[in-house]
């Protein structure tokens, strides 16, 4: 099975912040990676799929990029609604599997 | 309007099973797969299993290994998940999302509102 380790698990960071988040696969996953971003109570919401394409209707300061291994998600300048917690998604192989999530917290 | 919309919340005694259903619009059915993946309270996202509707093939995560069935009603462009012998660790948002099954690279762009299942005596 393919595990998909995230990091960091929580961050602090204010508003105008550049981020980004890690997905690390276990093992070659092309670019079926996908990011999603989940609000308290809310149903999870992609925000990039292919690794690097941008959902239509997600603003464009939320980029993805990597390939095989190695997948970054960023946030070019944090604004307030985007705090929240991000996941990603390996759909290279079944079992599909998620990463623990980030937790994004205003600073 | 593209949407998947599921079945309401359930309550269940231990040692009992739930079916969730998963009602899609358009032709997600004829076109994509439908996983389920839930969410335990305060905790993240779990991938369950994968039915393909237009084969009625299935794949499941180990850990729910002959605990969980997933079906697929073409005519009524429904999914489900059944869930078995249930525990108070079952306790969890359970989720549908479709995966276009065309283009593997374009997976969960559509999830249901979710189901509250809780597991309680």
């Known amino acids: 099975d393919i595990q998909m380790t995230q990091s960091p698990s929580a961050m602090s960071a204010s508003v105008g912040d550049r981020v980004t988040i890690t997905c690390r696969a276990s093992?070659?996953?092309?670019?079926?990676l996908a990011w999603f971003q989940q609000k308290p109570g809310k149903v999870p919401k992609r925000l990039i799929y292919a690794a690097s394409s941008l959902q239509s209707g997600v603003p464009s300061r939320f980029s993805g990029s990597g390939s095989g291994t190695e997948f970054t998600l960023t946030i070019s300048s944090l604004q307030p609604e985007d705090f929240a917690t991000y996941y990603c998604?390996?759909?290279?192989?079944?079992?599909?599997?998620f990463g623990q999530g980030t937790k994004l917290e205003i600073k | 309007q593209v949407q998947l919309v599921q079945s309401g919340a359930e309550v269940k005694k231990p040692g009992s099973s739930v079916k969730v259903s998963c009602k899609a619009s358009g032709d997600t059915f004829r076109s994509y797969a439908i996983s389920w993946v839930r969410q335990a309270p305060g905790q993240g996202l779990e991938w369950m299993g994968g039915?393909?509707?237009?084969?009625?093939?299935?794949d499941y995560a180990q850990k729910f290994q002959g605990r969980v069935t997933l079906t697929a009603d073409e005519s009524t462009s429904t999914a489900y998940m059944e869930l078995s012998s249930l525990r108070s660790e079952d306790t969890a948002v359970y989720y549908c999302?479709?995966?276009?099954?065309?283009?593997?690279?374009?997976?969960?762009?559509?999830w249901g509102q979710g189901t509250m299942v809780t597991v309680s005596s």
């Open positions: 999302a479709r995966q276009y099954y065309y283009d593997a690279s374009d997976a969960f762009d559509i």
């Open positions: 998604l390996q759909h290279h192989s079944y079992p599909y599997s």
């Open positions: 039915i393909i509707p237009k084969y009625g093939t299935t």
């Open positions: 093992q070659d996953i092309s670019y079926y």
